[in-house]
Every structure is written in structure tokens, then in C-alpha cells.
């Protein structure tokens, strides 16, 4: 995590600095490929190599493993709802969003920056995705991202840019105690067992405490989330598209950053996650408004910002935009100096006299130690973007899609390893990960002292007890090597940033090979938990649904394949309706814990549905006779409904 952005050049310069093959850590194997290198340049295979479908259908279920808050239904036997005190100073929701990586913070910059690049990939791939039936997976989850930063947009002077506390203490001297950071257990008893009792605090950026970066990000986020969600819901569209222009309006009138806040969270954000500059934002805010908007303000004043921020032109990351600023511009206006800039870009990559950047002896272009797969990922998603938009067949392109197929293959396993989590025969068995190996349903050191769980974390030679399906590992050394274990965590960190922009590239390839070469892929046969002897009652998916089970005959390309975008476009006061298809008898207690229901509140509703169970109705017959104990139609259906809301919206006042 510590200094996972760098700028390329230094990058490329300082291997000395890192953990190299010929220094193994204590107590680890060092793993080597099982194939040797290629003896001759890559030439990009004509077919598809890998099932494509398959990795973005495992890639999109990894954000279901970080999602926060209370889950409409369960994926994975072994995540449930958490976050469940997650209350801003105004009252606000911030349950929803991602968790970071194995911790449960929400850091406000990489929490955007996977929001705004997962609505990049729909912009981009909307087609592809549609065809292997992945699209309505997609929005659902960005409207799971969208709506924590709505929320933590409580308004035009307070915005939430992090979400807990991973450590306290003075940054200065490097001493802290340890909040998030040492806590090893599920997310979903985080309030119980985090040692300092500490609960998911809010902090603000506000105009006496800026960042600029942050909400701008936010911005960029809601923004492109509005484009991937018009043409399902045009209302919801415009109230993000309102949102990231207030956001906008705050960034560009508090001009700041949080690397110069004097707020104690913000320092321990900047010792993690540090900002190299604010303006590379506040362009791709103005940009990703424009797309949304087609309003030339947004379009000047994203040329503006971007013209000033060069430094940020080499690199693409949740700290650097300008890589990603070349692409998206060209894409919305065809403007000459965008091409230019992004071939120059693209051309540290490519065989040509400009040519910079590293490759491992297997192929990996190696930007970055620290989440190398990830890196390669992000070039190789702008590549086929910028392939897409130029035409597939122009001889950049072709060399541009070689790019992006030989980075991805390796990842995926051409020299006999897959970096991603359940993909292949051969991947990685212990990720950094802590829900995947003390899950909720299975702690065995549930109520240790934390140390004693950290211990058993990092030290263990125990695989994850779930399959953490989907996620992109940190990636090797410059000579392929790497570590699978815990305690080597730069090796084996997952994270939601990681994901954002490989799951684009995979979509991209889907397109560029064709969709026609693919069957869309589902959860038939994924080991998600569900035999495990502690897990809850699955969902019951009905026959309708191709995505979540076994059942064929789906219309392809349809949104209906996946029961769950019902539960998106439903009405929100039949909501309950759809949900109690899958929790039969469950759907308004469902309903009304994602509504935010406190747990008293719960439990009077709860006491409600069961006195209404209970209650004798006193009935008269045909024949004029009264009959104790039968329930009267009449308060069946829609009475009982109404009575019900009613119910549920005193509680809420």
C-alpha cells in the first residue's frame, strides 16, 4: 500500500530498492514459473487463449468479497452486512462502497478512483459486457460505489473523503496505535472486536480542510456513474450529474489537498495513499462532466486543468489521471492533441526508439513493485480503449491490442501461474485477504487478542478457508519470482483498485476478439460457501435466473438473465416483493435493515410482522357466525401492505 503510486521514471530506476529473488524473506519459499521464457518476440494469438467471460464474471464477484453495508442478498456464504455503525457526524448512511483492500477503511481517493474506472469500463465496453451478460452486474455495482459518495456528499461544506481510522498518533514520529490496521477479523464483527473499541469514524474535507483531489474524484466518479445508468434511470442520472457539479464547484473554490491537512487521519491517508497533485482531479471531474453533460464549460475548464498538470501525463492510477485524461478527451471530442499525447504516452510501452519501461523475462511490463499485475492491467485497459475509439485495424491499434493480450495472458497464466484468485489450475492460495480466511462463519480464534489473530494471519501456512474468486494479486518480482504467503503482503495484497481497470481490459478483449467467441459464464459450480456447516440459508434464484445458478434458456444479452437487476428497477415499494423471492417470508425485514433501520427499529418490526401472525381476527361467515383464529382476507394483501409502510415510516421520522 505505503507509496503505491510513483512517478513511472522513478519506478523504472529504483529496482534496487525491492525485495528481490536473490533476498528471500524469512520463512518463505521463494516460487518460480513453471515455464520458462518465450525465446522469441510475442505474437498475440489470433484466437481467444483464455475464457474471457469467465475472468470478468470472477472479477466483478471479487467486489461482492469488499462490498460494506447491509447486502440486499448474500453472494458468499462468508460475507454478510457490516459497517453497521457506520454513521456520519450529520447522521448520514456511509455504510455502502467497497472496503479498501483487507482492512475495512474507505480512503476517499481509491475508493473514487475504482468507482470512476469500473463506469469507465461500462462507457467503453457497454456492448461487450451486454453480450456475455455481465452489463447489469456492472451497474449494480457501481450504483453500490455511487451511493456511498452520495451520501458522503452531505453537502456543499462538509463531504466525507475517509471513512475509519487505520491508525492514531502523531504521523510526525511515526507512532500510532493501530485502529483498523489491527484488526484481523470479518468485517462483519469489526464493532465487536476492534481493540480500541473504536468505531467507522467520518472525516471531512471541508473548506477550512480541502482536497481537492478527493472530490474531485468524487466528481469523476458520479459523473461517468450517470452516463453508464441514463438510459435505466434518467432521475438517478440527474442527481448524480447534479452532484458532481456541486462537487466540482467545492473543488475548484477550496483548491487543497489532504497531503497538507492537519487533521490526524488525513496524515496517517497521506502516509499510505499519498497525492502526488490535485489538478490531474479537477481536469478529470471537468472531463467526465462534459461526457455526462455535453455542456463546453466542463469541456475548458477540463483543458484547462489538464494543460496545467503535465507531471501527471506518464502514469494511470487511482493517484495519476493523465494518462487516462489522454483517452477519455479523445473519446468524446477526437481532438488531435489527445491522440498525440496518448501515443507518446502508449509509447513507452511499445516496441519503438521510445521505448522505456521493463519487462520481466516472462513479458510483464513492470511499472511498479508494489501491484505490478495491476499496473500492466491499467495500461492495458487504456490501450484497447484507445484501440477501440481509433478503429481496431489501424496498425496502432494491432500492436496496442498485442500489448494489452500479452499482459493479461500472463496474468491469467502463461507460464503456468494465474495471478487471479480462482482462475486456473494454478493461482494463488494465501492472499492477503482477512474475510476470505476469518470469515464470519469461520473464526477459529474468535475472541483472541488481536495480536494473537495477527499472528496466526501472517505466520500460517493455512490456505484462505474461502476462495477469494476474482481477485488480481500484488504480481512478482522484476524476474517473475514472488512469494505466496500472508506475511509477504506486497506480493499478495488484493484490493479494489487493483480490479477496476483489469476488469475493463477483460471486457475489452471480449470486444476486440468479438462477444460471439464467448458464453456468458455464471456462479453454476463456483465454490461460494455455501456447503460450509455454519452458513446461512442460500438464495433462492428463481428458474428466470441465468446468472446466480445453473438454469439455461436465458435470453442472451437481456438484463433479466440476473434476477438481481430486478431488485435495481423494481419499485421501490414493491422492493420487498422481489426480495422475499429469495428470502421467502423475509423481504420487509430485508427492506427495511436497507433502509438504515436501527436494530431497536428492527426489532419493533419484527414485533409488528409477528403479532400480525399471531392475531386472531374475528371474522363473520356467510352465515352470519363469528370464527375465532382465522385470519381475515381482508387484511391480507394490499391492507396488510399499507399498514406495514405505515408502520415502517413512523419508525423512520
Known amino acids: 500500500m505505503l507509496g503505491r503510486s510513483a512517478n513511472l521514471i522513478l519506478a523504472l530506476v529504483g529496482f534496487s530498492s525491492f525485495v528481490l529473488a536473490n533476498e528471500p524473506l524469512p520463512g518463505s519459499s521463494l516460487k518460480h514459473p513453471p515455464l520458462p521464457p518465450l525465446d522469441s518476440p510475442y505474437v498475440a494469438p489470433e484466437e481467444p487463449k483464455y475464457d474471457y467471460a469467465e475472468v470478468l464474471h470472477k472479477s466483478y464477484l471479487f467486489y461482492h468479497s469488499q462490498k460494506s453495508g447491509v447486502l440486499p442478498y448474500q453472494r458468499l456464504a462468508w460475507r454478510s452486512d457490516s459497517c453497521k455503525i457506520c454513521i456520519g457526524d450529520f447522521g448520514e448512511d456511509l455504510s455502502r462502497g467497497w472496503y479498501e483492500a483487507a482492512n475495512t477503511m474507505k480512503w476517499g481517493l481509491p475508493l473514487g478512483w475504482t468507482a470512476t474506472q469500473l463506469a469507465f469500463n461500462v462507457m467503453m ?8 451478460d455481465e452489463l447489469a452486474e456492472g451497474l449494480e455495482l457501481l450504483k453500490w460505489g455511487a451511493d456511498y459518495i452520495l451520501n458522503a456528499h452531505y453537502n456543499d461544506t462538509h463531504i466525507v473523503g475517509q471513512l475509519g481510522s487505520s491508525a492514531l498518533g502523531p504521523i510526525s514520529k511515526k507512532i500510532a496505535l493501530d485502529v483498523d490496521f489491527n484488526y484481523w477479523g470479518p468485517p ?3 464493532e465487536q ?6 468505531p467507522h469514524k467520518a472525516y471531512y474535507i471541508t473548506p477550512e480542510n480541502p482536497s481537492s483531489e478527493i472530490v474531485g474524484e468524487y466528481g469523476a466518479a458520479l459523473a461517468a456513474t450517470s452516463i453508464a445508468w441514463r438510459k435505466h434511470n434518467s432521475s438517478y442520472a440527474d442527481e448524480l450529474v447534479d452532484h458532481a ?9 477550496n483548491i487543497g489537498s489532504y497531503v497538507s491537512s492537519h487533521e490526524n487521519a488525513f496524515q496517517w491517508a497521506t502516509f499510505w495513499y499519498p497525492s502526488t497533485d490535485h489538478r490531474d482531479e479537477l481536469a478529470w471531474n471537468a472531463a467526465w462532466l462534459y461526457a455526462a453533460t455535453n455542456d463546453p464549460f466542463y469541456l475548458e475548464e477540463a483543458k484547462k486543468w489538464y494543460q496545467s498538470s503535465p507531471d501527471s501525463w506518464y502514469e494511470y492510477s487511482w493517484d495519476e489521471k493523465g494518462a487516462g485524461l489522454h483517452v477519455l478527451l479523445y473519446a468524446i471530442t477526437k481532438d488531435q492533441q489527445f491522440y498525440t499525447n496518448a501515443m507518446e504516452y502508449f509509447n513507452q510501452f511499445l516496441p519503438n526508439p521510445n521505448q522505456i519501461v521493463k519487462f520481466t523475462p516472462r513479458g510483464l511490463a513492470y511499472i511498479e513493485h508494489w501491484g505490478s499485475i495491476g499496473y500492466a492491467g491499467n495500461v492495458a485497459f487504456l490501450m484497447l480503449a484507445f484501440a477501440k475509439s481509433i478503429g481496431y485495424e489501424t496498425p496502432e491499434s494491432k500492436e496496442m491490442a498485442s500489448f494489452a493480450i500479452q499482459q493479461i495472458n500472463y496474468a491469467l497464466g502463461d507460464y503456468g501461474y494465474s495471478w487471479v484468485v480462482g482462475f486456473g489450475d494454478y493461482y494463488p492460495s494465501k492472499p492477503y485477504h482477512k474475510s476470505s ?12 487478542f488481536q495480536d494473537i489473530v495477527e499472528t496466526d494471519f501472517t505466520e500460517s501456512k493455512t490456505d484462505q478457508r474461502f476462495i477469494l474468486y476474482g481477485a488480481i494479486e500484488g504480481g512478482p ?14 506480493y499478495s495484497e488484493v484490493t479494489q483498485d487493483y480490479n477496476a481497470a483489469w476488469t475493463g481490459a477483460i471486457a475489452g478483449l471480449i470486444d476486440y476478439y468479438g462477444a460471439e467467441k464467448f458464453e456468458p459464464f455464471t456462479d453454476c459450480e463456483l465454490d461460494l460457501g455455501w456447503t460450509h456447516p455454519n452458513a446461512s440459508t442460500p438464495p433462492s434464484w428463481p428458474d428466470t435466473d441465468c446468472y446466480h445458478t445453473c438454469n439455461k434458456g436465458c435470453p442472451r444479452g437481456q438484463m433479466e438473465s440476473s434476477f438481481s437487476w430486478k431488485l435495481l428497477t423494481e419499485p421501490y415499494d414493491q422492493l420487498h416483493n422481489q426480495i422475499n423471492v429469495l428470502y421467502p417470508g423475509e423481504g420487509e425485514i430485508k427492506v427495511a435493515a436497507l433502509e438504515g433501520k436501527s436494530p431497536e427499529d428492527l426489532k419493533e418490526i419484527e414485533a409488528f410482522e409477528e403479532a400480525k401472525r399471531k392475531k386472531a381476527v374475528v371474522t363473520e361467515n356467510s352465515d352470519g357466525k363469528k370464527n375465532d383464529g382465522v385470519e381475515s382476507s381482508a387484511l391480507s394483501g394490499a391492507s396488510i401492505h399499507t399498514l406495514y409502510w405505515a408502520t415502517l415510516s413512523t419508525l423512520n421520522k
Open 245 to 253: 457539479k456541486r462537487l466540482y464547484k467545492f473543488a475548484t473554490d
Open 477 to 490: 518480482n522484476i524476474d517473475d519470482t514472488w512469494y505466496d504467503d500472508r506475511s509477504n503482503y506486497e
Open 437 to 448: 480466511y476469518n470469515s464470519y462463519i469461520d473464526y477459529p480464534m474468535r475472541g483472541e
Open 193 to 198: 472486536w476492534v481493540p480500541s473499541g473504536i
Open 125 to 132: 465496453f457497454e456492448d461487450a459486457m451486454n453480450s456475455v
Open 188 to 190: 462483519e464483527e469489526y
